[in-house]
């Protein structure tokens, strides 16, 4: 199983929007709603901040917000701060096999 | 509050196994899934495979399939990830995670993970 293809870089200012795309297939992104997102910090676990495709769980700022077209996910963080320069993956379940997939990764900068 | 709490750093030569075992606390551990989830040095996430910690019923990623074995321990609200025949390219940090249903994604509880090093 391939993986969900993210740019590997972003960037923004403070107060700018910044959108992350996830790109996958039918068979996954595009096939049914089991798409979340993580933002991971060096050194520490990923933490869940979307899932099924546009819900965000109870703590995460409304800042963050999911969407998808076809078979691309994306992932909106609005009014960048510079507390939100983490890496952010993608993640789908596959149908086939039972199998999940993971996005490449996509390393948020904060100017 | 709920916890999953990982063993320690492992160091391993290439063609050993290394078990990692995951406890869990601050929930129902059979309601839910277990998946391991591991992150090469500098690279991305990788899913390795689920078990249902109340069936037993488990998938494991085809690039894995034959050189991993996840298992629950329900006594003791433990899930343990076994990999054989480690090669270098195996070196990682690996996480277990929390989902409520085996294809949902939604991993909302991760253990702190543990680094693996195989090395000669």
């Known amino acids: 199983q391939s993986a969900l293809t993210q740019p590997p870089s972003a960037s923004g200012s403070p107060g700018q929007s910044v959108t992350i795309s996830c790109t996958g297939t039918?068979?996954?992104?595009?096939?049914?709603?089991?798409v979340s997102w993580y933002q991971q910090y060096p050194g520490k676990a990923p933490k869940i901040i979307i899932y099924?495709?546009?819900k965000r769980p109870s703590g995460v700022p409304d800042r963050f917000s999911g969407s998808r077209s076809g078979n691309t996910a994306s992932l909106t963080v609005s009014g960048l701060q510079a507390e939100d320069e983490a890496d952010y993956y993608c993640c789908s379940y596959a149908g086939s096999n039972n199998n999940v997939v993971f996005g490449g990764g996509t390393k948020l900068t904060v100017l | 509050q709920v916890q999953l709490v990982q063993s320690g750093a492992e160091v391993k030569k290439p063609g050993a196994s290394v078990k990692v075992s995951c406890k869990t606390s601050?929930?129902?551990?059979?309601?839910?899934?277990i998946s391991w989830v591991r992150q090469a040095p500098g690279q991305g996430l990788e899913w390795m495979g689920w078990i249902s910690a109340y069936n037993g019923n488990r998938n494991y990623a085809q690039k894995l399939q034959g050189r991993v074995t996840i298992t629950t321990d329900t006594a003791t609200s433990t899930a343990n990830m076994e990999l054989r025949s480690l090669r270098s390219d195996d070196t990682a940090v690996y996480y277990c995670a929390r989902s409520f249903n085996w294809n949902d994604v939604q991993f909302d509880y991760w253990g702190q993970g543990t680094l693996v090093t195989v090395s000669s």
């Open positions: 039918s068979s996954d992104v595009g096939g049914h709603n089991f």
């Open positions: 099924e495709v546009y």
């Open positions: 601050g929930y129902t551990f059979t309601n839910y899934i």
